[in-house]
Structure formats: structure tokens, C-alpha cells
Nanobody, 125 residues
């Protein structure tokens, strides 16, 4: 059984940085694209960033492009999310996700095979 466990969430001031990590267990996810979604209170879960199993140029939501960076270590079965210049509107529960596909043509909740339990990120102004 695959498990994704996020860590690194917390409460920070606007303009600062935070790094999230996600560790997978149960089997290697080297064949899967990996990504991050987030869900703010009262809103639907939304795509943040994703990277294919082949690496290459990651996909980013417009709202985070230039501020967030995804990385993955296939050997360690981990994926990270470096978040810089955080804004109050980045406040949400952040979910690590593994896609069904190796290189998804699009990222949606329906394309996700495995979800982490989520980690809270709160950015205060």
C-alpha cells in the first residue's frame, strides 16, 4: 500500500519561505509523475505544481510560478516544494500527490492515484 507523508508545514509571515517535503513508502513511485495540490478553506482543491517521471520542465499554477519550485529525488522516493515570497493567499492545506500517468497532459484531482494526508501552511500578513 502506497503512503505519502508530508512534512514542513507551519505558520509564517508574508514574504518569507517554507519548504515542504513528501516521503513515499510502500513502493517506488519512479514511474509516476508527482505533484502538489492545495485546498484553502471554502475552496476546491487546486493544482499547484507537478513534475513528470522524466524530469524536464515542471508545470506550475500561474499563482505560484516564479515563487515555488518543485523537486524530486527518485532514488529516495521523495518530492519537495520550496515556497518563497509567501503571500496570505497561499494559506491552505498542501497535499502531495502521485499521478496515474508518468507525464500527465493535464493535472486534475481525477488524475491522481495517491494522496498524502496534507500539511497546513498559514501565511500571516
Amino acid at each position: 500500500q502506497v503512503q505519502l507523508v508530508e512534512s514542513g508545514g507551519g505558520r509564517v509571515q508574508a514574504g518569507t519561505s517554507l519548504r515542504l517535503s513528501c516521503a513515499a513508502s510502500g513502493r517506488s513511485l519512479s514511474s509516476n509523475a508527482m505533484g502538489w495540490f492545495r485546498q484553502a478553506p471554502g475552496k476546491e482543491r487546486e493544482f499547484v505544481t507537478g513534475i513528470s517521471r522524466f524530469g524536464g520542465v515542471p508545470a506550475y499554477a500561474d499563482s505560484v510560478r516564479g515563487r515555488f519550485t518543485i523537486s524530486r529525488d527518485i532514488a529516495k522516493n521523495t518530492v519537495g516544494l520550496q515556497m518563497n515570497s509567501l503571500k496570505p493567499e497561499d494559506t491552505a492545506v498542501y497535499y502531495c500527490a502521485a499521478s496515474f500517468a508518468a507525464s500527465p497532459s493535464s493535472w486534475s484531482a481525477g488524475s491522481i492515484a495517491y494522496w498524502g494526508q496534507g500539511t497546513q501552511v498559514t501565511v500571516s500578513s
